[in-house]
């Protein structure tokens, strides 16, 4: 055996464990489903991770019989195993009035268990921006980011506004498109997380153009999201897995400890990217909104937050999975618009959406929360019979998602 094998090092001499995980996590844009599934399981032993601690639960209570439908999807009768295996779900929940409705697991997921959320975070991380409001630590979300992050000055960020970082309307240049290796979100920022390197994204950031006037252009832009990490630290004076703990997790009753991803060892907390919580957990979300952001009767967002956040209120609406800014693509046409880092639906419904397959999906008027995880796996890894049915939808999951959830509130009506 070669000593540097003997030693764990590699012939560059960097320890073994890192040179795997940081190429292992570097790479998970473009995963096989034969390493997909296991990591989402197993989140925090790639990733720089700070628990969010819960206190005590509240568990849900759940039907005597739980719902079973069949439901038309892509000109065919499917059956809740169809859903489970041609969207590659890990995690099925249904609740309505509070009370679960369905409940179905695979992939090695079980209660107890996290998966991991792909963008879904970024939906909480509106929750804690509106509780940090509530709170009075951020004083107004038309504060500049700069009053906030110093070192932003003299920089595209200027005039950037905590509300254009939540509308997705900073203006400033980034490229996201995550088919690409190459471009912002990728090289900038999956990479140098996935690498565990202090301080870069910020630094990055502050190096970037303006592309658009703040306040005048939606586009896609999971790098600004991680300054909203930094506004909620800063202003509360915790860290946000903490602040999210004390606000969220204890006091709403979550039955598993959570967990966000950090820049880096003991670094900061990644409010856009990959959080983990329980399938159960993750309803909560939803649950958290359709109770308008009271807890016990306390508010802990302000009035109208949850409303403002989940109306179509960023400008000039365009989506593009390709990452072109002001194009609208296949995608946008799902969407009514963007709120607080929440997709808007028609018919006031809307949606916590993550690459691979992750939905927390709210309809207040039928009070429902609709929740499908899984892995999702690139259509190179498809059958010919998987990328017919995936064809017309992103890695995000197809039609037959919203085909399912659309039944299952018309059978429980």
């Known amino acids: 055996?070669?000593?540097?094998?003997?030693?764990?090092?590699?012939?560059?001499?960097?320890?073994?464990e890192p040179f795997f995980r940081r190429h292992l996590a570097g790479d998970f844009l473009l995963w096989s489903p034969n390493i997909q599934a296991e990591a989402f399981l197993n989140?925090?032993?790639?990733?720089?991770?700070r628990t969010i601690r819960r206190g005590t639960p509240k568990p849900l209570p759940q039907a005597a019989r739980p719902l079973d439908i069949t439901f038309e999807s892509h000109g065919a009768t499917r059956t809740i195993d169809d859903l489970m295996r041609r969207e590659f779900?890990?995690?099925?929940?249904?609740?309505?009035?509070?009370?679960?409705?369905?409940?179905?697991?695979?992939?090695?997921?079980?209660?107890?268990?996290?998966?991991?959320?792909?963008?879904?975070?970024?939906?909480?991380?509106?929750?804690?921006?509106?509780?940090?409001?509530q709170d009075g630590a951020i004083k107004s979300i038309d504060l500049s980011v700069v009053d906030y992050l110093a070192e932003l000055e003299g920089s595209a960020y200027?005039?950037?506004?905590?509300?254009?970082?939540?509308?997705?309307?900073s203006g400033v240049s980034w490229v996201e498109n995550t088919d690409d290796l190459t471009t912002d979100v990728a090289e900038h920022y999956i990479k140098v997380i996935a690498a565990r390197t202090p301080d870069y994204i910020v630094?990055?950031?502050?190096?970037?153009?303006?592309?658009?006037?703040?306040?005048?252009?939606?586009?896609?832009?999971?790098?600004?999201?991680?300054?909203?990490?930094?506004?909620?630290?800063?202003?509360?004076?915790?860290?946000?897995?903490?602040?999210?703990?004390?606000r969220l997790w204890k006091p709403f009753g979550f039955e598993?400890?959570?967990?966000?991803?950090?820049?880096?060892?003991?670094?900061?907390?990644?409010?856009?990217?990959?959080?983990?919580?329980?399938?159960?957990d993750y309803a909560r979300w939803g649950l958290f909104m359709l109770a308008d952001g009271v807890i016990d009767g306390k508010r802990v967002v302000p009035d109208g937050w949850v409303k403002d956040s989940t109306t179509p209120n960023a400008p000039n609406f365009a989506f593009d999975f390709g990452g072109e800014r002001g194009v609208a693509g296949g995608a946008d046409s799902?969407?009514?618009?963007?709120?607080?880092?929440?997709?808007?639906?028609?018919?006031?419904?809307?949606m916590a959406l993550g690459s691979?397959?992750?939905?927390?999906?709210?309809?207040?008027?039928?009070?429902?929360?609709?929740?499908?995880?899984?892995?999702?796996?690139?259509?190179?890894?498809?059958?010919?019979?998987?990328?017919?049915?995936?064809?017309?939808?992103?890695?995000?999951?197809?039609?037959?998602?919203?085909?399912?959830?659309?039944?299952?509130?018309?059978?429980?009506?």
């Open 1 to 16: 055996m070669n000593n540097h094998v003997r030693l764990g090092t590699t012939v560059d001499g960097e320890p073994v």
């Open 43 to 49: 989140w925090d032993r790639i990733w720089a991770t």
């Open 89 to 133: 779900v890990s995690g099925l929940l249904v609740v309505k009035d509070g009370e679960i409705k369905l409940e179905r697991y695979a992939k090695g997921l079980n209660p107890e268990r996290c998966w991991q959320s792909s963008s879904m975070v970024k939906s909480l991380a509106a929750i804690l921006v509106g509780a940090a409001v």
């Open 158 to 169: 200027q005039d950037v506004t905590i509300r254009h970082l939540l509308n997705m309307a």
């Open 203 to 246: 630094n990055y950031l502050k190096t970037r153009p303006k592309a658009n006037p703040p306040g005048t252009q939606f586009y896609y832009n999971t790098g600004d999201t991680f300054l909203l990490s930094h506004v909620l630290s800063r202003a509360t004076g915790m860290t946000v897995a903490d602040y999210c703990s004390e």
């Open 256 to 280: 598993q400890d959570g967990f966000f991803i950090l820049d880096s060892d003991d670094g900061h907390e990644v409010v856009g990217s990959c959080c983990g919580a329980s399938l159960r």
């Open 334 to 350: 799902a969407y009514k618009g963007y709120g607080y880092l929440w997709w808007v639906r028609e018919g006031g419904d809307y």
């Open 356 to 413: 691979y397959g992750q939905w927390i999906y709210v309809s207040p008027a039928n009070n429902t929360v609709a929740v499908i995880l899984g892995a999702v796996p690139r259509h190179v890894y498809m059958t010919p019979e998987e990328v017919e049915l995936h064809r017309n939808s992103s890695h995000c999951g197809s039609e037959m998602r919203l085909d399912f959830i659309k039944a299952a509130m018309k059978a429980l009506a």
